[in-house]
C-alpha cells in the first residue's frame, strides 16, 4: 500500500515528529465523507455536537478505544481539549493537594513541563532525573526514588524529543501511576489496570490535533477538590461524557476512522510487530556503521521517535537538506537537541522506513 500511497497521491514520507502522519485510508474516508457524511446531508465539520449522528460518533470512537486498548470496566475515556501540555496543570489540580507531594520521573522536556505546572500547585518530588546525561536513557528501577505517601506517580513514556521509551511501566505499588502517553499511546498493548489516569494529545499516534484523550480509573474521582472551575474537574467531563461544551468534533471523528483502522490492522498486538519491525530496520541500519551514531541508550531507545547523529553538524545540515530534496521530510531532530530524528508512527508506512535507509547508505557512500 505504501508505495503506491507516494506514487498514487502524490505525498511523501512524512517523518513529523507532531502532528504526525495519519494512515492514508483514514485521510480519504474522511474525504469521502466530508461534505456529505453518510448521506446526513451536512459535514462532521458542520454538525451540532448533540445531534443523533455526532453521538454515535464520539461514543463509537470511545467504545472502539475501550477495544482496542483493553480498557477495563471502572475507567473513563475522555475527549478534552486543551492538549496534553493542559493535562500538566489538570493532573496536580486535581489530584495534588496543597499539603500532598507528587512524585515526578523527569526523562525528557515534556516531563520538565509537567513538573513546572505541578509545582504550580504543590509539592513535587523528583523520583528521578537523567537530565545530566542529556536524557539519552530511561532510568532502572532501582533508581526511583518514590515515596510510599506521594498523591501519584507521573512520568513520560515516551520521550519524543530524545528518542527514548519506557520498556514498561514504573513500578509503583499502591500509588497511582499517572503517564504522559502522548507520543506512543496506541503502539503497543499495554495492561491500563496499573494506571490510575492516561493522557495523550492525539497529534502524534493517534490522529489530528485538538483533542486529547484522557483515560481515567474512577476510584481517581474521589480524591478531586471541590471548587474547581468546571472546565478543569475531571468530573464535569465525566459526567457529561466528554459533551459538557462543544468538543473538537472532527478531530475526534478522526481519532475514531484512526481506531476503526487499526482495528482492521489486527490491534495493537499486530501494530506492535509491525512498530518493532520498523524501528528494528532503522536501528539496525544505524548500529551497523560508525558514520551514524544513535543517541538513545540501547535499552531505552523509543519505536516511534528515532533519534541519530552524524559525524558533525555540517553533515547533518547536508543530510536534512539533501534527505528533504529527495522526498524524506521532517527528519531534522529537535532544536534543543540538534542531530536528526525520524518519527515512525503507527501510521508510517514500512516502505517509508526503507526509503530512509536506502538515503542513509548512499549518503554515507558519497560523503563517508
Ligand atoms: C507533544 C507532546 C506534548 C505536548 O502536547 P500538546 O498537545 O502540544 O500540548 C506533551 N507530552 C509529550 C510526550 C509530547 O510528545
Known sequence: MSSSERAVAGRIFNFSAGPGCLPLAVLEEAQADLVNYKGVGMSVLEMSHRSKTYDAIIKTAQADLREVMGIPDGYHVLFLQGGASLQFSMVPLNFLPKDGSADYIVTGAWSQGAVKEAKRVGNVNIAATTESENFGRIPAQSELKLAADASYVHFTSNNTIFGTEWATEPEVGTVPLVCDASSDILCRSIDVSKYGLIYAGAQKNMGPAGVTTVIVRDDMLGRIPDGLHSMLDYRTHVKKESLYNTPPCFSIYVVGLVLKWLKGLGGLEAMEQINREKAGMLYDAIDGTEFYRGTAANDSRSLMNVTFRLPNEDLEKKFVAEA?????????????????????????????????????????????
Open 324 to 368: 528533504t530534496a529527495a522526498g524524506l521530510d521532517g527528519l531534522k531532530g529537535h532544536r534543543s537537541v540538534g542531530g536528526l530524528r525520524a518519527s515512525i508512527y503507527n501510521a508510517f508506512p514500512t516502505a517509508g522506513v526503507k526509503a530512509l535507509i536506502d538515503f542513509m547508505k548512499e549518503f554515507e557512500r558519497a560523503n563517508g
